[in-house]
């Protein structure tokens, strides 16, 4: 199995290569790529040296699957990779909305891909840890609308951004990742405004939702915001359903759900942090509670690694579906 990761040095790329390695995935031969001025550089996987080469020589190089997280060249080359037969899974947001590309989340509908598909993308990172909590409840109860407020790590931003947190709690000047100090403070904005007055984020997880829960039914209004951590991604989510509910067996849906850890004993002050989910795979959720304003009504709260299902780990998780249904 010859593996591509493009953007292997940057900050999501450099923990695909650490996910590869512990989930043992199949790989025979790896294949850094990045940038040109990254080319001759080395990445480690496994205790062994990589050379960095072009995207380019990758092609060339005939992988079977190639893990992108490069950006906005996405457009460009997933097209590439995919017309000469390789199987792309995209972390960028270009092919996520595209109606002929399948956005998924493998504990959620893993069953919408085929052997066919030959470029599938991998969802916002504050989507993914929201969709795999909301599934089961909506195939339990039906799922009306939804409402939640993000609390997003810096790391989602990138490499900059973190620099940027380090260097304002140290009093060192530095470059910038967002116009406004991140330490000590919170930025309701994340991405662009659009003419509706929402972010592209929020956006994202109101589309995205819909699409991957397979139910245009589903109504999501969303605000996303920054917060000076690094652990991973909050999100306040208050969900209305169709059916009421018991709160008991909507704990127990939960807590039998693929990849979904329960952490909720407001007895022993038990909820999830981002300090508690960083580095690990799961999405954990606490604070389950009753909306007592609202019928049918649910309020919880949702802590995962943006990095790592919010990113690697999910799209290494696709290429685990495929190549276990030997389509790749």
């Not at 940057?10 to 294949?31: C, D, S, W, Y």
């Not at 929402?198 to 920054?226: H, S």
Request: net charge negative; hydrophobic share 40%; aromatic share 6%.
């Amino acid at each position: 199995m010859k593996v591509a990761v493009v953007g292997a040095t940057g900050l999501v790329g450099t923990k695909m290569l650490q996910v590869l390695a512990e989930r043992n995935f199949p790989v025979t031969e790896l294949i850094p790529v990045a940038s040109e001025k990254s080319v001759g550089k080395e990445v480690m996987y496994k205790g062994k040296p990589y050379k960095v080469v072009t995207a380019d020589t990758a092609i060339g190089m005939k992988p079977n699957v190639a893990i992108f997280s490069a950006g906005s060249t996405s457009t460009e080359w997933a097209p590439k990779f995919a017309e000469a037969g390789i199987t792309v899974i995209d972390n960028s947001s270009a092919w996520r909305m595209d109606p002929a590309k399948k956005l998924v989340v493998p504990e959620v509908n893993a069953d919408v891909l085929t052997p066919e598909d030959k470029i599938i993308a991998n969802p916002n990172c504050s989507t993914i840890q929201m969709v795999i909590v909301l599934k089961p409840l909506h195939d339990k109860y039906g799922i009306n609308r939804v409402v939640v407020s993000t609390y997003q790590s810096v790391t989602g931003t990138g490499v900059k951004a973190v620099n940027q947190l380090m260097n304002e709690r140290q009093g060192v000047e530095g470059e910038k990742a967002y116009a406004y100090q991140i330490d000590l403070n919170v930025i309701p904005q994340i991405d662009v405004f659009l003419d509706n007055g929402y972010t592209k984020e929020e956006m994202k997880m109101v589309n995205e939702t819909v699409k991957i829960m397979g139910d245009e039914k589903v109504k999501v209004t969303a605000t996303t915001v920054r917060i000076p951590v690094m652990g991973g991604h909050s999100e306040s989510v208050n969900i209305e359903f169709d059916k009421d509910f018991d709160l008991a067996e909507v704990r127990n849906i939960l807590s039998q759900t693929p990849g979904v850890i329960v952490v909720d004993d407001p007895s022993k002050a038990q909820y999830p942090m981002p300090k508690d989910a960083h580095d690990k795979d799961e999405v954990f959720v606490g604070r389950i509670r009753r909306d007592e304003t609202q019928a049918n009504t649910l309020n919880l709260w949702i802590v995962a690694d943006n990095l790592r299902k919010g990113a690697a780990t999910n799209a290494v998780q696709i290429a685990e579906y495929l190549s276990g249904k030997n389509w790749l």
